[in-house]
């Protein structure tokens, strides 16, 4: 009897167990097999995506975000990483918190996703989300407030996508990227106008909006 096909969050899981209390980035590659790009989509925007603290790794992470989308575009089948990148070792505790941080989401979305409108997995499926990957990801290394967590989201969504073979989730991401375009936009023209008290009051307001005014 054939055992059950792990869900994304358990995949994701699996990338980080095993002895030690480090693991190498060239580790996590060889485990993502044939689902390379997706899954890494989703490991390399999970840390911004988030609603919780994450100095420090958008850049960085916007930097191998955009290699990987370049690498779609030009029809690579397997990612590729420089070799000082696949040295680098991170914490299996930390990366597994992140991951669970985000199994909420993860398990909400393991309802809806499934294969279909296969499209993306096609040459020039692969080109489109290359260059959406790559828009994000610049928006995600340029240091504007407000700007990492929605063009994050695009990629995790597109990382999604790819993993599970869905092209319906594929064309929403697309949408999301608008949004996340037009909202970057907002940013710059309330930074150009009002400063950045002007930013500060819309993440207090869109904190309010999603996790309710504080109690008096």
């Known amino acids: ?20 209390e480090t693991i190498s980035i060239r580790t996590m590659v060889e485990r993502v097999g044939d689902k ?3 899954i890494l989509l989703i490991m390399l925007s999970l840390p911004s995506a988030l609603p ?3 100095p420090g790794y958008s850049t960085p992470f916007g930097i ?3 290699l990987l989308g370049v690498q779609m575009m030009i029809g690579r089948v397997t990612p590729w990483l420089p070799e000082k990148v696949l040295r680098r070792e991170v914490s299996r505790e930390s990366s597994g918190k992140l991951i669970r941080s985000a199994n909420r989401f993860l398990h909400f979305a393991e309802k809806f996703v499934r294969p279909r409108m296969r499209w993306i997995n096609l040459r020039g499926g692969r080109i489109f989300l ?3 990957v790559c828009c994000m990801a610049c928006l ?3 240091p504007i407030p407000l700007t990492n967590t929605a063009p994050a989201m695009v990629i995790f969504l597109i990382g999604v996508a790819l993993s599970e073979d869905d092209g319906l989730v594929a064309i929403a991401s697309f949408a999301l990227g608008i949004l996340a375009a037009a909202f970057y936009v907002y940013i710059i023209y309330l930074l150009a106008t009002v400063g950045m008290d002007g930013v500060i009051q819309l993440k207090e307001w869109i904190k309010e ?3 309710g005014a504080p109690e008096a």
């Open 1 to 20: 009897m054939e055992s059950p096909e792990k869900t994304l969050s358990e995949n994701l899981l699996s990338l980080v167990e095993g002895p030690g």
């Open 36 to 38: 390379g790009f997706g």
């Open 52 to 54: 919780v603290p994450a």
């Open 64 to 66: 191998m975000l955009v």
């Open 130 to 132: 290359g260059s959406i």
């Open 140 to 142: 995600m290394i340029l």
């Open 209 to 211: 909006l999603i996790f």
